[in-house]
C-alpha cells in the first residue's frame, strides 16, 4: 500500500498536482490583476490637487450651465467627484467581469475541456438568447449614456418617479438607491424614462406664505424679506446661500387668504434645512408683528434624503 501511493501519484502527477498548482496562478494572477486594476481605477478617480479635474473626467464633456456659479462657491469640484466616482464604480463593475470570465475559459482550458465547441455553442446560444438579452443590453447602454450625459451620480439627490432617495452606487445594469426611510431601491438604467435630480448645480428654496386676506401685505413681505436676510447674514447659515434671497411678491390670493411667495438659491441638498428655519421664523415674526400666517407644507413637497 505505501509503495501503490507514489506510484498512483506518479501516473497521475498531471491531475493531481500540476493542473491544480496552475489553476491556483490562474485564480491569483486574476485576483492581483483586479485588485492593481481597482486601485489604478481609485487613483485616476482622485484629482491630483484641490480643485482640480479629475484624470477620469480629462476625456469626457462637462456641462457648462452655471459653471461659473459653482466654481465660484466650490459645487463644480465636488460635481466633479461624485461624476469620477460613479465612472469609476462602473469601470470597476466591468474590469471584475471580464476577469472573471477571461478566468473561468482558462480554467476549463486547464481541465481539458475544447473551447472551439464551447465557443461555438456559446455563439449559437447567444442568438438564441439574444432576443430574451435585449434588456440587458438596453440597461447597460442606457447606463453608459447616463455616465456620459452626467444626468446624475454617487451621492445625489434623485427622483426617480416610482422610488427617491440618494445615489449609493452605479452599476453596470442597475442604479441603487437610499430613500429616506432606509429603504434601498434598484432601479435597472434602461427603465429610466425620466429622472428629477435634486442635487445638481444649486437648488431653490420656494415658500409659499399665506396671510390673512385683511393683512398688510408690504408689512408681511417686509418682515419675511428681513428674516430671510438675517438668516443669511448668520455665520452658520452663510456658507448655505448662493444669493440674495428674493421676495417675488404676491403669488396667489383669495377671499380669504393672500399668498406670498419668498425664493432662496442655496446649495444643493439644503433647501430641506433652510426651508424649515424660514419657516419657523418667519412664523415667529409675522405672529410678533400682528400677522397671522399658517404655513402649511408645499404641495408636492419631497422630504429630504436621510
Known amino acids: 500500500m505505501s509503495t501503490s501511493l507514489p506510484k498512483y501519484v506518479q501516473d497521475h502527477s498531471r491531475w493531481i498536482i500540476e493542473i491544480p498548482i496552475r489553476i ?20 485616476f478617480v482622485r484629482p491630483l ?39 469609476g464604480s462602473v469601470l470597476k463593475s466591468a474590469v471584475s467581469f471580464t476577469i472573471l470570465v477571461i478566468t473561468f475559459l482558462l480554467v476549463l482550458s486547464e481541465l ?24 440587458i443590453v438596453k440597461d447597460f447602454l442606457s ?10 451620480g454617487v451621492g445625489d439627490v434623485i427622483d426617480f418617479e416610482q422610488a427617491t432617495g440618494t445615489v449609493e452606487a452605479v452599476g453596470l445594469r442597475t442604479t441603487r438607491l437610499r430613500d429616506v426611510n432606509g429603504t434601498v431601491w434598484y432601479v435597472r438604467n434602461g427603465e429610466v424614462i425620466r429622472v428629477g435630480n435634486q442635487s445638481q448645480g444649486f437648488a431653490q428654496v ?15 413681505s417686509e418682515a419675511m424679506a428681513r428674516v430671510a436676510r438675517e ?23 383669495t377671499r380669504e387668504e393672500t399668498v406670498i411667495r419668498l425664493v432662496a438659491r442655496v446649495r444643493p441638498m439644503e433647501q ?18 400682528d400677522i397671522d400666517a399658517h404655513l402649511p407644507d408645499e404641495p408636492g413637497a419631497v422630504p429630504p434624503p436621510s
Open 24 to 43: 491556483v496562478v490562474i485564480v491569483l494572477v486574476a485576483l492581483i490583476l483586479r485588485a492593481v486594476l481597482h486601485r489604478m481605477i481609485a487613483r
Open 231 to 253: 438668516l443669511r447674514a448668520e455665520e452658520e447659515w452663510a456658507p448655505v446661500f448662493l444669493g440674495d434671497p428674493e421676495m417675488q411678491g404676491v403669488e396667489r390670493m
Open 112 to 135: 481539458g475541456v475544447n473551447l472551439a465547441p464551447f465557443i461555438a455553442g456559446t455563439s449559437i446560444v447567444g442568438v438564441a438568447l439574444g432576443f430574451g438579452a435585449q434588456n
Open 272 to 289: 430641506w434645512r433652510v426651508a424649515r428655519e424660514l419657516r419657523r421664523r418667519i412664523r415667529e415674526r409675522l405672529d410678533r408683528v
Open 49 to 87: 490637487h484641490v480643485g482640480e479635474v479629475p484624470r477620469m473626467l480629462r476625456p469626457f464633456k462637462e456641462r457648462a450651465e452655471n459653471s461659473g456659479l459653482l466654481e465660484s462657491t466650490g459645487l463644480l469640484s465636488e460635481r466633479r467627484a461624485q461624476r469620477a466616482a460613479t465612472i
Open 143 to 152: 447606463g453608459m449614456f447616463m455616465m456620459l450625459e452626467d444626468q446624475y
Open 206 to 220: 420656494v415658500l409659499d406664505v399665506p396671510i390673512d386676506a385683511a393683512a398688510d401685505v408690504d408689512r408681511a
